[in-house]
C-alpha cells in the first residue's frame, strides 16, 4: 500500500449497545509513521473505538479500513494491541511468554524483546503470577513493541506504573516502533504523554471534538495540550461524573 494513503480510515463510524449510544459519527485518518493521541476522561469511547479498529466488536454502522482493506485477517497481522486490561497467562515466566509469542506471531522479535525486559528490569525466569501490576504493564508493553508491527494501539498504557518509570516508557515507545508505522495511544493522563505526541484527538461523550497537529495547537493556543484538553471540555467537567 502506498505511503501517502492512511494506515487507518473510520468513516461515519457509529457504536450502539441497545439504545445506549457509545460512538458517534467518528470520522478520522490516522497517517503512517505518526504517534496519535487519543486523548479523553474515562468513558468517553476511547477503548470502544479501540476495540472496533481491532475487530472485537462490530460497528453499528459506518466503515473501518486499515491499510486499504477491510477489518480482519490482514489487520490483525500488522496491528500490535496493548489491552487495558492484562491478558498473560500467569502461570508462566516471561522467558515463556516472549516464546509463546515467537510461535504465535511471525512478525515478533524475540531477541528484540528479551532486550527490553533486561532494559526495564525484568527477569526472564520469574513467574508472571509472581510479578506486580506494574511489572505486567511493563511486560505486555515489550511483547507489543517487539512486533515489527505497521500500527501500535496502546490502551493505557501508564495506568499501573510509576511516573519515573513513564518516562522511561515513553522513551521506549519512542525509540522502538518501526520507521513508518503509526502508533495510537489512549489515555486520560495527558500531560505525561504529550511530549511524544505529533497528532491528537479529542474524543468525549463518544464523539471527535478535535483532531489536530500536536505542536501547531500548542502554537495557536499558547497552552500544553493537557491545558487545552481541560479548557475545551471546562464547561462539562462539573456536570459529568468521571
Known amino acids: 500500500m502506498s505511503n501517502s494513503q492512511p494506515l487507518l480510515i473510520c468513516r461515519d463510524l457509529n457504536k450502539s449497545f441497545g439504545h445506549t449510544e457509545i ?3 467518528i470520522n478520522l485518518e490516522i497517517p503512517r ?3 496519535v493521541g487519543l486523548l479523553g476522561r474515562n468513558g468517553a469511547g476511547k477503548s470502544t473505538l ?4 481491532n475487530d472485537l466488536l462490530t460497528p453499528t454502522s459506518g466503515e473501518i479500513i486499515i491499510d486499504g482493506g477491510p477489518v480482519g485477517v490482514h489487520s490483525k497481522e500488522i496491528i500490535a494491541y496493548l ?3 492484562t491478558y498473560l497467562d500467569k502461570k508462566l ?8 509469542f515467537a510461535e504465535f506471531y511471525s512478525n515478533f522479535d524475540s531477541a528484540k524483546a528479551k532486550q527490553l525486559a533486561h532494559e526495564l528490569n525484568l527477569d526472564l525466569d520469574q513467574k508472571i503470577a509472581k510479578m506486580s501490576k506494574g ?5 505486555q508493553l515489550i511483547l ?4 515489527n508491527a505497521d500500527l501500535y494501539i496502546l490502551d493505557e498504557p501508564l495506568g499501573g506504573v510509576d511516573p519515573a518509570t513513564r518516562d522511561y516508557i515513553l522513551d ?5 516502533f518501526r520507521e513508518g508505522a503509526s502508533v495510537i495511544i489512549s489515555t486520560h493522563l495527558i500531560s505525561d504523554i504529550e511530549r511524544i505526541l505529533d497528532e491528537v484527538i479529542f474524543i468525549d461523550h463518544g464523539e471527535i471534538i478535535l483532531t489536530d497537529d500536536a505542536d501547531k495547537l500548542r502554537k495557536k493556543h499558547h497552552a500544553s495540550i493537557d491545558e487545552i484538553f481541560r479548557q475545551t471540555f471546562k464547561a462539562n467537567v462539573s456536570s459529568d461524573n468521571y
Open 83 to 85: 489491552p487495558e486490561r
Open 23 to 25: 460512538l458517534k459519527n
Open 93 to 100: 515466566t516471561i522467558a515463556q511468554t516472549i516464546n509463546f
Open 135 to 139: 511489572m505486567q504493564e511493563k511486560l
Open 33 to 35: 509513521g505518526k504517534i
Open 50 to 53: 479501540i476495540k472496533l479498529i
Open 144 to 147: 507489543v513493541l517487539s512486533r
Open 172 to 176: 521506549t515507545i519512542l525509540s522502538n
